[in-house]
């Protein structure tokens, strides 16, 4: 019996020094973010729990209080960002400017680091797509642009600046000869065939002034054919540069045709009288076309037609009058009637104008 009450004696005190080794030791108790402690185990009765024990039971406590306050204010903080996101969406709605859809993909956004990740990716390609002025992430959009040709009249101002010095010096130079050829022209004058063998001395301003015909006539012609229907795609100064040659060659052979003309049949002063008018109203007519010339070039497309509409009948004017005035002082030298004069335009006058004109736009249009 005293061996049996020794042993309980030692078991008692080993339990006794085990339990206060345990009361001595911290407590290390890790709460995790989103756990609570574990309440549900029964609470130790208060007359058996010890002053140590009541102080531990009160921090765990405590804890558990503070980890539900946490829960609660992070579940009213998410409320509130949900609610916020709601107003930013309807607001978006009501207000599509770029600076509502910023403040959505803003508030939509996660809090994430911006500078780097895939995230970070992701958010500014969301705001590049709501940018409402410029499409960076739709689909291309292809646009057509044509080719800048300018329409400078640069060229044709010095063209024809350079025609008036021309004419101008030739009145300078050769004002006589400029007056008498106006007072052939105007028939001011009675003494008409002294008047004429006074022009045929100066060959030199009567070239002066056919070139002036040739060129003024040549950009004449330049100008109804780029401005009508038949030829405005071919290159303007080509076209200006064929119509000089056509027009030069058409006088040229005229003149040859009616020279050999007079010295086969013997009628050399009915031919040199028809040639000597004939070049005179060339003359006046490469005069009077040069202010024509200049309202066609810097006129708009509704004036531009009525100037060539009026020039089309002065030169029809000219060219009647060309034609009154020479039959007279050819049928005074030969016997020429009305039908046969007739017969002689159309040959020598309509016919090769009319072949030039063909040929010139068969061969352009070839060309281009």
């Avoid at 108790?29 to 309440?39: G, H, Q």
């Avoid at 642009?145 to 350079?162: P, V, W």
């Avoid at 040639?275 to 202010?291: A, E, S, T, Y």
């Amino acid at each position: 019996m005293t061996k049996l009450s020794f042993l309980l004696f030692l078991c008692l005190l080993c339990f006794r020094n085990l339990s206060a080794q345990t009361d001595s030791t911290p407590s290390r108790t890790t709460v995790p973010a989103e756990r609570t402690l574990d309440t549900t185990m029964p609470a130790p009765r208060p007359h058996l729990l010890s002053r140590r024990d009541s102080v531990r039971h009160d921090s765990i406590a405590r804890v558990n209080s503070a980890l539900r306050h946490e829960a609660a204010a992070r579940r009213d903080s998410l409320r509130r960002d949900s609610l916020r996101q709601d107003s930013a969406r309807k607001t978006a709605l009501i207000r599509p400017d770029s600076s509502a859809r910023v403040d959505m993909l803003r508030s939509a956004a996660p809090v994430i680091n911006k500078d780097k990740g895939p995230a970070a990716l992701t958010f500014w390609r969301a705001v590049l797509a709501a940018n409402p002025f410029f499409n960076f992430t739709g689909q291309p959009v292809r646009q057509l642009f044509e080719i800048h040709r300018a329409n400078s009249k640069d060229s044709l101002f010095y063209l024809l600046l350079g025609i008036l010095f021309y004419f101008a010096l030739v009145r300078i130079f050769f004002e006589k000869y400029f007056g008498n050829l106006m007072t052939l022209f105007f028939r001011v004058s009675l003494r008409q065939q002294q008047i004429r063998e006074q022009v045929l001395q100066t060959p030199l301003p009567s070239l002066l002034l056919n070139l002036l015909f040739i060129i003024t006539g040549g950009l004449y012609a330049c100008f109804l054919l780029h401005y009508s229907r038949f030829a405005p795609t071919i290159n303007f100064w080509l076209l200006y540069i064929n119509c000089m040659v056509g027009l030069g060659l058409v006088y040229l052979v005229k003149f040859l045709v009616l020279k050999f003309c007079g010295w086969v049949f013997n009628i050399a002063r009915a031919t040199d009288t028809y040639i000597f008018i004939v070049f005179l109203v060339n003359k006046m007519l490469g005069i009077f076309l040069l202010p024509f010339l200049i309202l066609i070039t810097f006129s708009g497309p509704a004036a531009r037609e009525i100037f060539i509409t009026i020039s089309l009948v002065m030169v029809f004017v000219l060219l009647m009058y060309r034609v009154l005035a020479a039959y007279r002082p050819v049928r005074n030298e030969i016997k020429l009637t009305p039908f046969h004069f007739f017969l002689y335009l159309c040959a020598f006058e309509i016919a090769p104008l009319l072949l030039i004109y063909k040929v010139l736009l068969t061969y352009l249009e070839k060309v281009y």
